[in-house]
């Protein structure tokens, strides 16, 4: 009876640390899908993506005509106020006669 007792003890201790071992590789593997699947969905909202062939496919957003148009023109009229404060700052100073010395 000790006999056999002996000789199973070292099998069953074996299937004991390879299960531990393949639980702790599977949760790893568990893991490293989710951290995949989180930063395919980051990478898509920024318009990358990862081909089949394991090349990356970058989309461009498109931005309409007129969208541009009112963004550059907005730039274009705020620098044109700027400039006109400052002429009409100088025409001020030219007027009263209040300029700064150089220094």
Not at 10 to 22: D, F, N, R, S
Not at 38 to 62: C, I, P, W, Y
Not at 90 to 99: H, L
Request: aromatic content about 10%; charged content about 25%.
């Amino acid at each position: 009876m000790a006999g056999t007792s002996c000789q199973i003890l070292p099998l069953i201790l074996t299937l004991v640390v390879v299960a531990g071992i393949g639980f702790v590789v599977y949760h790893i593997y568990l893991a490293a899908l989710q951290f995949r699947d989180h930063t395919a969905q980051r990478m898509e909202r920024k318009n990358l993506a990862f081909s089949k062939d394991g090349g990356l496919r970058v989309g461009v957003k498109d931005v309409g005509d007129e969208t541009y148009l009112d963004r550059t023109q907005s730039w274009f009229v705020k620098a044109w106020e700027l400039g006109e404060e400052e002429v009409n700052a100088n025409k001020k100073r030219k007027k009263t006669g209040t300029f700064r010395k150089a220094a």
